[in-house]
Structures are given as structure tokens and as C-alpha cells.
């Protein structure tokens, strides 16, 4: 995390890949609402949110469990990285998701992703069949051992290239 608090450019590194995984998405996609040092997704959700034939959904936590939600709209996130309640299509539940676009501190050579240590994203990925998409700055690529629950991701966008697993 301290690399990413430490980055000038974010707003710029963040746009970089939002341009590098637009072509890549289609269908039902699940992006995270970032807050903090992230990868910001606020460009990424309203150019999706713009595209004709994709669905765009955010997760909505809650007590450690990811509700994927069809957004309408893109507003200010709480701590968590929930939308207000207006934001959200609450009627809309998804059959299936595409690809679900997902945060990570830090990823490994093997998809591995070291999220915020609550297993949100691991539990979900075990319910759910989709192509897995972590969001990074260059700088976040580092080494360490998965653990038995962690569940790789299928690919990595960072400002510098697209990583496939």
C-alpha cells in the first residue's frame, strides 16, 4: 500500500488502464468502486457505463459477503466500496458475470492477489465462474506464497502491460 499512497500520477496510471482493458470487456462486467490509493475505476464505470451491450455491476459488501449489483449511476463511495443506494438497480439479478474487475495490494507471477485479508473476493470467486480481472499499478508486482483459500486471477491490467495467467 505504500507504494500506491507514494504514487503522483495516479490519476493518470489509472486512466492508462482503463484504456488497456476497455477493449478487452463486453457482456456482464463486475467492477469494484475504488476508494482510497486504488486503481481508480471512477473513468473505467462511466465509459462502461456508456457502452452499448455490457451490464455493469458493482459489488456491494456486506458482512464479508460480495452482492454483485446492477449500477445506474456512479456516485460517492462509502469505506467499504458501496455505492448509495440510488446508485444501484436493486431489481436486476445477474443469471451470469463476464468478468469480474477486482482490487489487489499486490499480485504474484502466478495470478495470486494479496487483497485486504478479509476473503471477499476469494469467497466470491468460489461462487461464481468468471474471468477474473485484478487492476494494478506496475509497481504492485511482487512475491509471496498464496495461501489454501486464495483463488488466482485470470489476468492482470497494469499501466505497462496486460499479464496473462
Given at each position: 500500500?505504500?507504494?500506491?499512497?507514494?504514487?503522483?500520477?495516479?490519476?493518470?496510471?489509472?486512466?492508462a488502464i482503463?484504456?488497456?482493458?476497455?477493449?478487452?470487456?463486453?457482456?456482464?462486467v463486475?467492477v469494484?468502486?475504488?476508494?482510497?490509493?486504488?486503481?481508480?475505476?471512477?473513468?473505467?464505470?462511466?465509459?462502461?457505463?456508456?457502452?452499448?451491450?455490457?451490464?455493469?455491476?458493482?459489488?456491494?459488501?456486506?458482512?464479508?459477503?460480495?452482492?454483485?449489483?446492477?449500477?445506474?449511476?456512479?456516485?460517492?463511495?462509502?469505506r467499504?466500496?458501496?455505492?448509495?443506494?440510488?446508485?444501484?438497480?436493486?431489481s436486476?439479478?445477474?443469471?451470469?458475470?463476464?468478468?469480474?474487475?477486482?482490487?489487489?495490494?499486490?499480485?504474484?507471477e502466478?495470478?495470486?492477489?494479496?487483497?485486504?485479508?478479509k476473503?471477499?473476493?476469494?469467497?466470491?470467486?468460489?461462487?461464481?465462474?468468471?474471468?477474473k480481472?485484478?487492476?494494478?499499478?506496475?509497481?504492485?508486482?511482487?512475491?509471496?506464497?498464496?495461501e489454501?483459500?486464495?483463488?488466482?486471477?485470470?489476468?492482470?491490467?497494469?499501466?505497462?502491460?496486460?499479464?496473462?495467467f
Open positions: 500500500m505504500e507504494y500506491r499512497n507514494g504514487l503522483l500520477n495516479k490519476p493518470q496510471l489509472s486512466h482503463a484504456d488497456k482493458i476497455l477493449p478487452m470487456l463486453h457482456g456482464t463486475m469494484y468502486i475504488s476508494i482510497g490509493s486504488e486503481v481508480s475505476t471512477d473513468f473505467l464505470t462511466d465509459k462502461l457505463l456508456g457502452m452499448d451491450g455490457v451490464t455493469v455491476l458493482a459489488p456491494y459488501t456486506h458482512s464479508g459477503i460480495i452482492v454483485p449489483k446492477r449500477i445506474i449511476s456512479r456516485g460517492e463511495a462509502d467499504m466500496g458501496n455505492l448509495p443506494r440510488e446508485c444501484y438497480n436493486n436486476y439479478i445477474p443469471s451470469k458475470i463476464d468478468f469480474c474487475i477486482t482490487p489487489l495490494l499486490g499480485f504474484n502466478l495470478g495470486y492477489r494479496i487483497g485486504y485479508g476473503g471477499c473476493y476469494d469467497r466470491f470467486f468460489a461462487e461464481y465462474s468468471t474471468f480481472i485484478g487492476l494494478a499499478f506496475s509497481g504492485q508486482a511482487i512475491k509471496f506464497m498464496p489454501a483459500h486464495d483463488i488466482p486471477l485470470d489476468c492482470c491490467v497494469t499501466d505497462k502491460n496486460v499479464i496473462y
